[in-house]
């Protein structure tokens, strides 16, 4: 079934769109076939969360975004799965916040940063890094650990949607201010992040660009403020909570 030949009203509709978005990357060559998996785990937990943006995720994305506005060098990392389900939204949120839009692989070959650097250009993006691999995240072998000397290398704030746990953890002892969107609050990677959005990539990615915009006014000391009000713990809790503690007799219309 083609995205388009999905109902509107079809009660699975938002699920069955991200997934075929995933298994279109997957044959344009932009997502690798461990990006299904993930795809496959993280509609677990967004179903267990009642696919909806949790009041905490939105607070998350709040500090996310503050965070990124008053950065020096900010960097938004790109991956398959995440190029495949919101690369136009992604492209919005890099040019919100000023932020350099860098592909960085866990499976990396050049021929596919290549691939989904054309992709995001083909949906608005100018520059794209991640082919020059002049720079290292220190503790990682070399086909994990490298990065653009210029970009997430150079980086003090990063978002890193969907990353892997060692990686989150490499780029934390680098000192970076780390923003992760997961929808598994107890994968290592949001344990990691100084920021986690619990949530789904395909709504985190644009409520943070619809913060940006709203802070675009903002002074430091108010977007600072935003970012030291943020409990990443308190997120994380919540998110468990909602969880453990959600009912799935809560959308059932019987
Ligand atoms: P870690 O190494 O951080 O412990 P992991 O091994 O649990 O990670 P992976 O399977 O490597 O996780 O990556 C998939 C992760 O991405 C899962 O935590 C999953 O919940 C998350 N994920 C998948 N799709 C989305 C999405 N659309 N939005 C947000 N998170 C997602």
């Known amino acids: 079934m083609t995205e388009t030949a999905?109902?509107?009203?079809?009660?699975r509709y938002a699920s069955l769109v991200t997934r075929h978005r995933i298994e279109a990357g997957v044959e344009k060559g932009i997502t690798s076939k461990q990006g299904l998996i993930a795809q496959g785990r993280g509609e677990a937990f967004d179903y267990l969360l009642g696919e909806r943006t949790l009041p905490s995720a939105d607070a998350a994305a709040r500090a996310a975004a503050a965070a990124l506005?008053?950065?020096d060098h900010p960097v938004v990392s790109v991956n398959g799965n995440v190029a495949a389900l919101a690369p136009a939204e992604t492209?919005?949120?890099?040019e919100a916040v000023g932020a350099d839009l860098e592909v960085n692989l866990f499976n990396h070959t050049d021929e596919r940063v290549r691939r989904i650097a054309d992709h995001l250009r083909e949906h608005g993006a100018d520059e794209v890094k991640g082919l020059a691999g002049d720079g290292e995240i220190p503790g990682l072998d070399h086909a994990r650990g490298t990065v653009d000397a210029d970009g997430i290398e150079a980086a003090d704030v990063v978002v890193v949607p969907l990353e892997d746990g060692d990686r989150?953890?490499?780029?934390?002892?680098m000192g970076k201010t780390e923003i992760v969107i997961d929808l598994n609050p107890g994968s290592r990677s949001p344990r990691t992040a100084d920021i986690p959005i619990i949530d789904n990539l395909v709504r985190a990615v644009p409520n943070a660009t619809a913060h940006a915009r709203d802070l675009a006014d903002a002074g430091t000391a108010e977007l600072d403020a935003i970012v030291?009000?943020?409990?990443?713990d308190d997120a994380l809790a919540a998110?468990?909570?909602?969880?453990?503690e959600g009912s799935f007799a809560v959308d059932d219309p019987e």
């Open 239 to 244: 998110a468990e909570a909602a969880i453990r």
């Open 228 to 232: 030291a009000d943020f409990d990443a």
């Open 91 to 94: 492209v919005e949120l890099a």
């Open 168 to 173: 989150a953890a490499a780029l934390d002892a």
């Open 6 to 11: 999905i109902p509107e009203d079809h009660p």
């Open 69 to 71: 506005l008053a950065a």
